[in-house]
């Protein structure tokens, strides 16, 4: 999943929590409550996984899946758009 610069696989979203995670890594910091990036020892500062906390929402209320980046610039994530739009609907979230 592409976002910003950064390319993390395998991306997955689980549709009956609204939860996406990206790449691997241990928990970083937040800028934004709706995601998270994850690091490791390994890439100098760099993350290495993402998760993203309730994206279908943020797609219906916002019209797109945004994420600020670790430079504090703010994108949109159409990779993420498409994996939650591809998604069966639940009932849950």
């Keep these: 999943m592409k976002i910003g610069s950064y ?3 395998p991306a997955t979203y689980f549709p009956e929590i ?11 910091d937040a800028d934004d409550a709706r995601h998270v990036f994850f690091y490791d ?11 993203l ?18 430079s504090g610039e703010r994108v949109r994530v159409p990779d993420a758009e498409r994996l939650v739009r591809d998604a069966p609907a639940t009932d849950a979230a």
């Design 7 to 9: 390319d993390f696989e």
């Design 18 to 28: 609204d939860h996406l995670r990206a790449g691997g890594g241990q928990i970083g």
């Design 41 to 51: 020892d390994e890439n100098e500062g760099e993350p290495v996984g993402v998760e």
């Design 53 to 70: 906390f309730g994206p279908r929402q943020q797609l219906a209320s916002e019209g797109a899946i945004t994420v600020v980046l670790p």
